[in-house]
């Protein structure tokens, strides 16, 4: 029992040694990391929206929207989108405009996502491309719908994502991100959804640690004995 023990003791050590290695290597790394660059605020335009109010008279009210439109629906806001009165719909596939004069779709064209990430990014380098994509995915796993990345010629490979839906900016990636992300996924272990810091992987790797500390301790009495302490007698 004790040489097996030993010998699980050993190769679990080894494993468990890896993964905290592992998480000193990606602490540090996050932590060197510029938050400002990786979050992409460093180059985000400083100018804010003032609130619009809602002057506009021949508006529909809720019930008159088209009903296909209002279905599953888990709220409807009135509000101001770029000089226009919209209701907005909320789902939990996304957000939905409606145009609150004639309860038409409203839908951001390309042609405008290159305007808005033009005026938000300030940092150096062009647009390179844009091309339309749905989220959520890899770099846009907290949000959801059709979106544009737009992508820039920086050094730090800027990519806007600007909602087809809506017309806000979802996120701001650049290439700090992608390896700060990189290290997260490292740091929770979440290795596809890179979210989950509650994973099972990480509880048993947790566990599993305390099980090497028990063990470890049980191994002391195995691996000392009472002559190997007797220098402090020698030195009293």
Do not use: C
Request: aromatic share 12%; hydrophobic share 45%; no cysteine.
């Amino acid at each position: 029992m004790k040489i097996f023990l030993r010998k699980l003791h050993k190769w679990v050590s080894l494993a468990i040694g890896i993964q905290i290695f592992l998480w000193l290597l990606s602490g540090v790394m996050m932590a060197q990391l510029d938050p400002d660059k990786v979050s992409g605020d460093k180059w985000a335009s400083t100018a804010t929206a003032k609130p619009q109010p809602i002057t506009h008279q021949a508006l529909l009210e809720p019930h008159q929207l088209p009903i296909e439109q209002l279905e599953n629906a888990l709220g409807i806001h009135l509000t101001m989108n770029r000089g226009i009165p919209v209701y907005r719909i909320e789902r939990r596939g996304g957000v939905t405009l409606l145009d609150a004069t004639d309860g038409s779709v409203i839908t951001f064209t390309q042609q405008f996502a290159q305007q808005l990430a033009s005026a938000d990014f300030t940092g150096e380098g062009a647009i390179d491309s844009i091309e339309p994509g749905e989220a959520p995915d890899m770099e846009t796993r907290n949000s959801s719908g059709p979106y544009w990345r737009v992508n820039f010629s920086d050094r730090a490979n800027t990519s806007l994502y600007i909602s087809a839906s809506t017309g806000k900016i979802l996120e701001r990636r650049n290439g700090y991100w992608r390896v700060f992300d990189f290290f997260w996924m490292l740091h929770i272990m979440d290795y596809s959804g890179r979210n989950n810091f509650n994973n099972l992987l990480i509880i048993t790797v947790a566990l599993t640690a305390i099980w090497l500390g028990i063990s470890g301790f049980i191994l002391l009495f195995y691996s000392f004995r009472r002559r190997d302490f007797d220098f402090l007698r020698r030195l009293r």
